[in-house]
């Protein structure tokens, strides 16, 4: 009879040494999981944000002088108001052009930051410089068609939609032309669209628009796309 209390005893030692053991494995990985995940997230700086790096999206904090979690392998911290990723240092603005600079600009905090430029989608065609063999201005002529940077082949514009130039280390064309470039312009009226001088600038673009003034020297494009007749 003590023979087999004896052995009883031992089978339930064993059974709760086995126990002790399988949780203690559980929570073993269970500490160890949540620790490697926390290496893989750190926090930016007080009030700056979390930007993807792969969609542009800016995550920011909800107070002043709080704190947003960051993954380095597809995040980087910057500014609310600037872009300030070397690798993407384009704002996209409020009309879908883009401030390389990277500058959001008013009303536009939050700003996703890209690497690649915009025009407005009032712009109805780019610009090409060209050289002469000293490397002086020759011309300035324009393009009503692309290849797209995302190898998507050639495509024409049409109203409404960006137009899409390429990385800003390497674009294949401006927007718009200076007051200096324009008489270089070939052909020297706009290919698409009608000239207009950008309200506030000294630079004009090829606009999508239907506004015919008697002196086009007067037509003007606003950030809005809206395109008046009137000097501002």
């Given at each position: 009879?003590?023979?087999?209390?004896s052995?009883?005893?031992?089978?339930?030692?064993?059974?709760?040494?086995?126990?002790?053991?399988?949780i203690?494995?559980?929570?073993?990985?269970?500490?160890?999981?949540?620790?490697?995940?926390?290496?893989?997230?750190?926090?930016?700086?007080?009030?700056?944000c979390?930007?993807?790096?792969?969609?542009?999206?800016?995550?920011?904090?909800?107070?002043?002088?709080?704190q947003?979690?960051?993954?380095?392998?597809?995040?980087y911290?910057s500014?609310?108001?600037?872009?300030?990723?070397?690798?993407?240092?384009?704002?996209?603005?409020?009309?879908?052009?883009?401030?390389?600079?990277?500058?959001?600009?008013?009303?536009?905090?939050?700003c996703?930051?890209?690497?690649?430029?915009l025009?407005?989608?009032?712009?109805?065609s780019?610009?090409?410089?060209?050289?002469n063999?000293f490397?002086?201005?020759?011309?300035?002529?324009?393009?009503?068609?692309?290849?797209?940077?995302?190898?998507?082949?050639?495509?024409?514009?049409?109203?409404?939609?960006?137009?899409?130039?390429?990385?800003?280390?390497?674009?294949?064309?401006?927007?718009?032309?200076?007051?200096?470039?324009?008489?270089?312009?070939?052909?020297?009226?706009?290919?698409?669209?009608?000239l207009?001088?950008?309200?506030?600038?000294?630079?004009?673009?090829?606009?999508?628009t239907?506004?015919?003034?008697?002196?086009?020297?007067?037509?003007?494009?606003?950030?809005?796309?809206?395109?008046?007749?009137?000097?501002?």
């Amino acid at each position: 009879m003590s023979q087999f209390d004896s052995s009883g005893w031992t089978l339930i030692v064993i059974t709760l040494v086995v126990f002790i053991i399988i949780i203690a494995i559980i929570i073993f990985y269970s500490i160890n999981s949540r620790t490697t995940g926390s290496v893989n997230e750190k926090f930016c700086p007080p009030n700056l944000c979390s930007v993807s790096v792969i969609s542009g999206l800016k995550t920011c904090p909800d107070v002043e002088g709080g704190q947003v979690t960051q993954n380095p392998a597809l995040e980087y911290c910057s500014s609310r108001n600037f872009c300030q990723n070397s690798r993407f240092p384009c704002a996209l603005l409020p009309d879908g052009s883009t401030d390389c600079r990277g500058e959001c600009g008013p009303n536009n905090e939050n700003c996703p930051c890209i690497s690649n430029v915009l025009c407005a989608p009032y712009i109805a065609s780019y610009f090409i410089r060209g050289l002469n063999q000293f490397g002086g201005l020759e011309f300035v002529t324009q393009a009503s068609t692309y290849i797209d940077p995302f190898n998507r082949g050639e495509e024409t514009f049409t109203s409404g939609g960006s137009i899409n130039l390429g990385s800003f280390t390497s674009p294949i064309g401006a927007c718009v032309v200076s007051e200096e470039q324009l008489p270089f312009m070939k052909p020297p009226e706009c290919m698409n669209g009608r000239l207009s001088k950008i309200t506030g600038t000294t630079n004009s673009a090829c606009v999508y628009t239907d506004v015919n003034c008697i002196i086009p020297e007067i037509r003007h494009v606003g950030v809005d796309g809206v395109v008046t007749c009137a000097i501002p």
